[in-house]
Nanobody
């Protein structure tokens, strides 16, 4: 069964850090590019970060550049999103998604991804 499972979310104070993980099962993650998306209450789901196959290229939403780092460990079939200096505006459900091809300028389009996880809640509050 093909599955993506996110973990690592939680409640953190402003300025804190979290590391999200996206574990794949039923397929080899190294054949896929990975996107991290988030959805805050009442808002559209937006792309946060993207990493190509083999990790050759990474991209970030402007508001998270310098604070978030995407990575992947294909030997563990897992991708990660390290989030530092978290702010209340980062509060959202975070999702990972996988696609078996390079998306180029379409990397933020949700309809381009084949598989999605169930999401993990990140809450930034004091």
């Amino acid at each position: 069964q093909v599955q993506l499972v996110e973990s690592g979310g939680g409640l953190v104070q402003p300025g804190g850090s979290l590391r999200l993980a996206c574990a794949a099962s039923g397929f080899s993650l190294d054949d896929y590019a990975i996107g991290w998306f988030r959805q805050a209450p009442g808002k559209e789901r937006e792309g946060v970060s993207y990493i190509s196959k083999k990790g050759a290229s990474t991209y970030y939403l402007d508001s998270v550049k310098g604070r978030f780092t995407i990575s992947r460990d294909d030997s563990k079939n897992t991708a990660y999103l390290q989030m530092n200096n978290l702010q209340p505006d980062d509060t959202a459900v975070y999702y990972c998604a996988a696609v078996p091809r390079a998306l180029g300028n379409s990397r933020w389009r949700k309809d381009k991804y084949d598989f999605w996880g169930q999401g993990t809640q990140v809450t930034v509050a004091s």
